[in-house]
């Protein structure tokens, strides 16, 4: 949704949603674009007088391009305003964006409005977490909250240490395990486990490659939130500490959180703890978010480690 292709995929994408558009105005607005009926009129009388031919021909243009623009001035439409909104509500959000929007004025208001996508995100269960705060932005929380996902590759430990750079592997090195003590997300069933010395891991998010453009990260500064879950390994004693940048297209940090490390006295039968936070208000230029977390001492569990790019109605 978000990420801008090539040159010339733009270009053929380009055409390919002009035919579209086109197809649109003959179905919707009664009328055959000026360019085919014009070839039409031609390849017809062909075999006539020449001038006469381009003299009728443009005749008939010109009467199409008055019906094409009556038809979509919302005067003479065959088709309802209501109708035309309930069938836009049913096509895929990116083809009402990048096709429907393109149709005409009226047309262009309907996916514009608040409304259109207010309706859209309730039929799609898509509603902010606080009713009495609605988004400013309708059409952006839409798409934020309909392409949100975790960031971060294999943050449950269920392939190994796939995905995860080793900054650090004191002692006996990173290792997975099974949870002994489950967590509120009984899906969860695996956990990272450092050894008796300080072990760090890390993933470098890169933003466009996910589909979030410049543009977006720019205009837009969506909310970062991320997350993570520890608890203790063994009875004497842990340390957690966890890193999150924003980074610039040079990798120099915009924005960090850099809490302070958590230590744990001796006990083994904590529960698992979560730890959250929210970007919010950051400056342009963000591409990259690097995401570090480990512990040291006897050893610390960490797992459903998350990265998520949210609406600005989350709290």
Known sequence: MFHFPGRDCCIKRQSKL????????????????????????????KNQNT??????????????S?????????????????????I??????????????????????????????????????LQPNDASRPPED??????????RCNLLKNPR????????????????????ELNRIPLPDNT???????????CLKEQLIDLKKEGYSDALMDQLRPHIKISDWYT?????????????????????PISTYHPYKIFFQSGNDYPWCQISYVFRNYGPGVRFIRFTHGGGWSGIRITNSSVEICPAAER
């Open 232 to 252: 203790p390994l063994s009875d004497y004693g842990s340390q957690y500490q966890l890193s999150v940048d924003l980074l610039d297209q040079e990798k120099n």
């Open 188 to 198: 969860v069933t695996k956990c990272f486990v450092t050894s008796n010395s300080l």
């Open 18 to 45: 002009m035919c579209n558009v086109r197809s649109m105005k003959r179905i919707f607005c009664g009328s055959t674009p000026t360019s085919e009926y014009t070839k039409v009129s031609n390849k017809g009388l």
């Open 157 to 176: 430990a269920d392939d190994g240490i796939q995905g995860w750079e080793i900054v650090q592997n004191g002692a006996d090195n990173w290792a997975t």
């Open 51 to 64: 001038g006469m031919a381009q003299s009728e021909s443009g005749h008939v243009a010109s009467k199409d």
């Open 138 to 147: 309708w059409c952006q929380f839409y798409f934020l909250s309909k392409f």
């Open 66 to 86: 008055k019906t094409r623009s009556d038809a979509c001035s919302g005067q003479q439409s065959p088709v309802p305003l209501a109708v035309v909104e309930e």
């Open 88 to 125: 836009l509500l049913n096509l895929p959000a990116h083809q009402v964006v990048q096709v429907c929007r393109l149709v005409c004025h009226e047309w262009k208001e309907l996916v514009d409005s608040a409304a259109h996508w207010r309706v859209r995100c309730r039929r799609e269960g």
